[in-house]
């Protein structure tokens, strides 16, 4: 017990020290999980990618936690029965077990008052790389995020669906606006209905049993403005994609819908990027540029440096000489979040750059 107890302690400090670690606009994001501002697109990345990284080992901290405390628990229901051998003395065991087992579930309530929604390493994370390979790293990125766990962070609606108690939160995770190297404006939102239904049952043998259920909503809307002196329009558009004429631009406006059932769930990065495709392959650019023909020793090299655990990645300089006109989401279909190098300092990430609220 006192080597667990020692374990315990020094994983605290691991963890206190990779927080400590973080800048101070960091740290405050951290325990905020929001922010609006307008920034550059290597700034948002120097802000959010050391949190995501952070956040990525403090989720396996939690499972680790909550597995281990599972694990003391079920030693200590096992060991009740070790004190019809033992008698008393059994009962210090008991107690040992129980208590290590409930300061494991402390300090996971502990780390999970730090942990942000995975929506921003699993889908704003890639987005922005992607978004920084088409507009620049210096393009400036106005966007309102909210990473707080919805389920304490919103008001819920309460209501009845087929005789089962609902409560349902609408979060709102990104709303984000940027102008792209082609002069097309994107903008997109990223958002669920999250709805938990929970309800009581009776069997044939008279017994009450409590079930529960969660179904998921994944919504993202996206509106892309690309102006007439670049493109024109070559076909009606496709379902699912509404197009009209704003201000002698192109409209572009669709919306992914995707519902799930269970927990944990994300919108999938690669609906993002399809449905960009698929608005982008309405349109000609009426000045392409020619993509240059990289040599067979370079793409052996990007070959090799880019399969990354079995998936294939894809250097962002070499996605800066593609056509700009055009959203090649095939370089995308296998993105690796967690496999690209990024700066890790962030202590910039808010220094010089006029910080205004995004309204949507």
Request: charged content about 25%; proline content about 3%; hydrophobic content about 40%.
């Amino acid at each position: 017990m006192a080597a667990q107890r020692k374990d315990r302690t020094v994983a605290e400090s691991k963890y206190e020290a990779k927080y400590k670690n973080l800048s101070p606009a960091q740290q405050a994001f951290v325990n905020e999980k929001k922010v609006s501002a307008t920034m550059k697109i290597d700034k948002w990345l120097s802000l959010l990618t050391k949190i995501s990284k952070f956040d990525k080992r403090n989720d396996q901290r939690i499972n680790r936690l909550f597995t281990l405390s599972i694990i003391f628990y079920v030693v200590t229901f096992l060991s009740i029965f070790s004190l019809a051998f033992f008698g008393g003395s059994a009962a210090y065991l008991i107690f040992g077990f129980a208590g290590i087992a409930t300061a494991l579930l402390i300090y996971k309530n502990k780390l999970q008052q730090n942990d942000v929604n995975d929506y921003l390493r699993l889908f704003f994370i890639p987005v922005l790389n992607v978004l920084k390979s088409k507009a620049g790293g210096e393009a400036k990125l106005s966007a309102n995020l909210d990473f707080r766990n919805p389920r304490k962070a919103l008001k819920p609606v309460i209501g009845k669906v087929r005789g089962r108690d609902m409560k349902m939160y609408s979060p709102k995770y990104a709303i984000a606006k940027l102008v792209m190297q082609d002069g097309a404006t994107l903008e997109f939102v990223i958002a669920d209905d999250i709805k938990d239904f929970s309800w009581r049952k009776r069997s044939a043998s008279g017994k009450t049993k409590y079930k529960s259920k969660t179904k998921f909503v994944h919504y993202c809307f996206i509106k892309l403005t690309l102006p007439k002196s670049e493109y024109r329009l070559k076909h009606s558009p496709l379902a699912g994609i509404t197009i009209t004429e704003h201000n002698g631009d192109y409209l572009a406006k669709s919306k992914i819908k995707i519902k799930k059932v269970g927990q944990g769930h994300v919108l999938n990065v690669k609906e993002f990027l399809e449905t960009m495709q698929a608005i982008y392959g309405q349109f000609e650019p009426l000045h392409p540029v020619s993509e240059p023909e990289p040599n067979q020793e370079s793409s052996k090299s990007r070959a090799t440096a880019g399969n990354v655990n079995g998936q294939d990645d894809y250097d962002d300089s070499f996605a800066m000489m593609a056509v700009p006109y055009l959203w090649y989401h095939s370089s995308f279909d296998d993105y690796d979040y967690d496999s690209f190098e990024y700066t890790d300092s962030g202590d910039y990430a808010m220094d010089d750059d006029a910080v205004t609220a995004f309204d949507s």
